[in-house]
């Protein structure tokens, strides 16, 4: 039997499940629609020769009107080089791309936003870097995907001090944003101040140094992150340049152990690490009311019932079959609606802060309490208030190359997420 007929008898057999049964009937999530008609040649000398010849001399002339005259303003490229993708590692390009695809989707729905996945093959940060940077006229943004620790710095901070428009790695910075939101509304929960806290982010990959980065210009009162070898300190001679760093920034006192010692006392854990790596015990040597951010997908740190068993008061997870979900969908949407409403140059640290804000000022809008600390994705005024905060503060700090009020911003939002509510909704009937 040849590889291709062992293929299709598993398929007839049932050996495909449920997703791959959907990705196989759609060829894929994504989608290319014209937004001009093509009807007869009246169209086709306006959308195309002659006619296209007049933008193409009106942009040679003024760069600034490719934002005007073609689709670049609202576009944004998702890229990846498949090196850690999901929790599956390095799975290469090929195997990222229905991720990628996933998130053009997920663009679409909640913002409206058009975005091209595109996964590159690329030996090294430097190759990366000038792919992304020679793609980056066409887009009015980046978003940088499953790149694995510590490429994933080296490439983002090239990519924005060279490009003009935003790059963000969801990984660090959407994951980071809605941690911050989450602790928000947790510590609303639990009566705790952010300046007193002692948190411990277990991780120190993309998604936790980032975590720790916003907590800490936030104004959390000490942080310290783990690696697999225990707390990050300037002593240890074993940390990259980017380890190095941050714990300098975290642990400038060298503080040294384990996962166990460092909860000793602690009043918040955030795992983007590895499932199982939290123990009752640990939780119970935290100080009360602890709040446990188990984030780690498809297996938590520690499962829920376990950790509230152990005296957790809040606990989040990042599965959507647990009550407080971390999920990032909740910020890269409202963000890059935010940043491309106001054609921001760059998304700032005030901008994920003001981002996170706004989430967690979605979720009060219910009622927060220990199992609703942040909204629903699909709470209609995630999108618009997100995008508003990010514009508001990305006039205010400069970035901005129009000049628009947060409010316009917020109607614009609403309009573009309805409208992209309506083409998900529409699809497939």
């Not at 996945?117 to 009015?140: N, Q």
């Not at 790059?167 to 660090?172: L, R, S």
């Amino acid at each position: 039997m040849t590889e291709a007929h062992g293929r299709k008898a598993a398929q007839e057999a049932g050996g495909d499940s449920e997703a791959v049964r959907l990705h196989r009937a759609a060829r894929g999530k994504w989608g290319i629609s014209p937004r001009v008609p093509l009807r007869n040649s009246r169209d086709l000398s306006l959308a195309y020769t002659p006619g296209v010849a007049e933008p193409v001399r009106r942009i040679a002339r003024e760069p600034e009107e490719v934002w005007e005259l073609t689709s670049r303003g609202n576009l944004v490229a998702v890229v990846s080089d498949g090196t850690a993708v999901l929790g599956l590692g390095d799975v290469g390009p090929e195997a990222a791309l229905p991720v990628m695809e996933g998130k053009a989707l997920l663009f679409k729905r909640f913002a409206g936003i058009d975005a091209v996945p595109l996964v590159v093959r690329a030996p090294t940060s430097e190759a990366l870097v000038e792919i992304v940077r020679g793609l980056a006229p066409s887009f009015g943004g980046i978003n940088l995907e499953d790149v694995a620790a510590p490429r994933c710095f080296a490439v983002e901070e090239e990519l924005v001090r060279s490009l003009d428009i935003p790059v963000f790695h969801d990984d660090q910075h959407g994951t980071a944003i809605v941690v911050l939101a989450a602790l928000l509304g947790a510590l609303e929960v639990v009566g705790k101040d952010l300046s007193d806290l002692r948190i411990v982010v277990a991780g120190a990959g993309a998604a936790g140094t980032a975590v720790a980065e916003l907590l800490l210009a936030e104004g959390a009162g000490e942080v310290r992150v783990l690696d697999r070898r225990g707390i990050l300190s300037p002593k240890r001679n074993d940390l990259d340049a980017y380890k190095r760093r941050l714990a300098e920034r975290t642990n400038p006192e060298g503080e040294e152990g384990g996962l166990a010692e460092a909860l000793v006392g602690a009043d918040v854990f955030v795992g983007v690490a590895r499932g199982g790596l939290l123990t009752p015990e640990m939780v119970q040597a935290m100080r009360s009311p602890a709040i446990v951010f188990a984030l780690s997908n498809p297996d938590p740190e520690i499962l829920p019932d376990a950790a509230r068993a152990a005296g957790a008061a809040i606990v989040a997870t990042g599965r959507s079959d647990f009550p407080n979900q971390v999920n990032n969908v909740l910020a890269f949407p409202g963000v890059f609606r935010g940043a491309l409403s106001v054609r921001a140059r760059r998304i700032t640290p005030k901008m994920k802060r003001a981002a996170a804000h706004a989430i967690y000022a979605v979720a009060r809008l219910e009622g927060i309490s220990p199992e609703t600390i942040l909204p629903s994705v699909f709470h209609p005024e995630v999108v618009p208030r997100v995008a508003a905060a990010v514009a508001r503060t990305a006039l205010e700090e400069g970035v901005a190359r129009l000049s628009r009020s947060p409010e316009e911003v917020e109607a614009e939002a609403r309009r573009f997420a309805e409208l992209g509510r309506r083409l998900g909704e529409s699809v497939g009937e």
